[in-house]
């Protein structure tokens, strides 16, 4: 089992940034994948980027150039940088993992871009 928790959400500007930051309980050195989906109101959920173990990532072509997703072992830590920021980018913003079985969950972070 792993416990997720996200931080670094919050309101911003449009053309403005933020970092996403999600904790793991454990090591991530094994993880198969970590990654990030976003919900906005009234929509389904969306996969967002994607690391793998191997270091791979992985993003929807809405955020491509401008979301970066990067990892750090020794702090057990995802991180999910944007830029350019804009208003259809407004979601909640939930952390994922997959160890080996079954997938895990952070409790989501908010994320508003105002015009």
């Known amino acids: 089992q792993v416990q997720l928790v996200e931080s670094g959400g919050g309101l911003v500007q449009a053309g403005g940034s933020l970092r996403l930051s999600c904790a793991a309980s454990?090591?991530?050195?094994?993880?198969?994948?970590m990654g990030w989906y976003r919900q906005a109101p009234g929509k389904q959920r969306e996969l967002v980027a994607t690391?793998?173990?191997?270091?791979?990532?992985n993003y929807t072509d809405a955020v491509k150039g401008r979301f970066t997703i990067s990892r750090d072992t020794a702090e057990s830590t995802v991180y999910l940088q944007m830029n350019s920021l804009k208003p259809e980018d407004t979601a909640v913003y939930y952390c994922?993992?997959?160890?080996?079985?079954?997938?895990?969950w952070g409790q989501g972070t908010q994320v508003t871009v105002s015009s």
């Open positions: 454990r090591s991530i050195f094994s993880i198969r994948a």
């Open positions: 690391i793998t173990r191997t270091g791979s990532t």
């Open positions: 994922y993992a997959v160890p080996v079985v079954g997938v895990y």
